[in-house]
C-alpha cells in the first residue's frame, strides 16, 4: 500500500507546516513553452516522499463499476471517487450502500444528467434549456436522493459531460459559482492535462480520459504530473477488456500497483481527500512551522 494511504489529511498539513517551503520540496512548473524559459511558481508541497496526486474517478454508477472494478480498487486498498445519479443507483442499490460503508467517495453527478441538447439523447434535458435556479434545484434534490438511499452526502461533484453553463446566447451563464458555493469540488472532463496544486480552481478541476488507455499512456501522464508536482484526475465509465467508454482492467490493475510502489511517490486517493489537503495547504501560512 502507497505510504500516503497510511497518513491523514492533518499529517500532511502539519508536515507542509514543518517543512515551509524549501527548494527540496517546492514545486518547480516546467519552462513556459511560449516564453521559454523555466519559472518559479507559488510554493505547494506535497508530503515527504510524494510527488504527484492521483485521484481515480467512475462515471455514472455502472454495473461493471461494482462488478469488475471494486473487486480490483479493494484488492490494492486504493480508495476512488464513483459520481452517481440517483436512478442508476436502484439497480445495485446493496452494492452501492456497501460501496458508500468503505473508504471510497460517492460523489454527486447531477439529478438527470443534462448536456448540450445537441446530443439527441439529451433533448428533454438540454442545458440551453436550463436556468441557474433549476440546475440549483436539481443538485440539491441529487444530494438529498443519494443521501438518503446511501447515508452519505456527497462533498463533490462531476459535471455530466464536461458542461458547465445553462442557457443560450446572451443568457448564458456559468453554473460553476453555484457548484464551488455547494460543493468542496467539481470535476470536468475529456480535460487535457493535470492540476497545479497551488492554482487550481477546486470548483473546476480538470478531469483526464482513462477510458482506452494502457498503461504505458497512462504512466506518461502520471510522469508528467510528477515532474511538475501536479494532481492528475483520472476519469471512467465501464470497466472491463475494451469498448467505448471503458477503463481498461489491466490499466486499472497496473496504476493501482504502480502507486502502491513507495518509491514512485505517488498518493493515490479520492477527490475529497486531496481536494481538502490542497485545501489547507493553500490557508496554511508557509514557513509557519519553520
Known amino acids: 500500500m502507497a505510504v500516503s494511504l497510511c497518513l491523514s489529511t492533518a499529517t500532511f498539513v502539519g508536515a507542509y507546516l514543518l517543512w515551509g517551503c524549501s527548494p527540496r520540496h517546492a514545486r518547480r512548473a516546467s519552462a513556459d513553452p511560449y516564453q521559454g524559459s523555466p519559472r518559479q511558481d507559488n510554493c505547494f508541497v506535497w508530503p515527504e516522499g510524494i510527488r504527484a496526486a492521483v485521484s481515480l474517478t467512475f462515471d455514472d454508477a455502472r454495473p461493471s463499476q461494482i462488478g469488475v472494478g471494486l473487486p480490483i480498487l479493494n484488492k490494492y486498498r486504493v480508495p476512488a471517487t464513483?459520481?452517481?445519479?440517483?436512478?442508476?443507483?436502484?439497480?445495485?442499490?446493496?452494492?452501492?450502500?456497501?460501496?458508500?460503508?468503505?473508504?471510497?467517495?460517492i460523489g454527486n453527478h447531477s439529478l438527470r444528467h443534462p448536456?448540450?441538447?445537441?446530443?439527441?439523447?439529451?433533448?428533454?434535458?438540454?442545458?440551453?434549456?436550463?436556468?441557474?435556479?433549476?440546475?440549483?434545484?436539481?443538485l440539491q434534490q441529487a444530494n438529498a436522493t443519494i443521501e438518503s438511499l446511501l447515508n452519505v452526502r456527497p462533498v463533490t461533484f462531476a459535471y455530466p459531460c464536461g458542461q458547465k453553463y445553462v442557457g443560450r446566447g446572451k443568457e448564458v451563464r456559468s453554473y460553476v459559482p453555484l457548484v464551488a458555493e455547494m460543493f468542496l469540488a467539481g470535476r470536468g472532463w475529456m480535460d487535457e492535462g493535470a492540476n497545479d496544486p497551488a492554482f487550481c480552481d477546486l470548483a473546476q478541476l480538470l478531469g483526464?480520459?482513462?477510458?482506452?488507455?494502457?498503461?504505458?499512456?497512462a504512466k506518461k501522464l502520471i510522469e508528467a504530473a510528477a515532474e511538475n508536482g501536479f494532481w492528475l484526475v483520472f476519469c471512467g465509465h465501464e470497466i472491463g477488456q475494451g469498448?467505448?467508454?471503458t477503463t481498461r482492467a489491466d490499466t486499472l490493475k497496473a496504476i493501482c500497483d504502480y502507486a502502491r510502489d513507495v518509491d514512485n511517490g505517488i498518493w493515490i486517493d479520492t477527490v475529497e481527500s486531496i481536494a481538502r489537503y490542497v485545501q489547507e495547504v493553500r490557508k496554511a501560512p508557509i514557513g509557519a512551522g519553520s
Not at 115 to 138: H, I, R, V
Open 82 to 105: 464513483f459520481y452517481v445519479s440517483p436512478d442508476r443507483l436502484k439497480a445495485r442499490l446493496r452494492d452501492w450502500q456497501k460501496v458508500a460503508r468503505s473508504e471510497h467517495e
Open 208 to 217: 483526464t480520459e482513462l477510458d482506452g488507455l494502457e498503461f504505458q499512456q
Open 243 to 245: 469498448g467505448r467508454q
Open 115 to 138: 448536456c448540450t441538447g445537441n446530443f439527441p439523447w439529451a433533448k428533454d434535458k438540454a442545458l440551453e434549456d436550463y436556468t441557474l435556479s433549476q440546475m440549483k434545484e436539481e
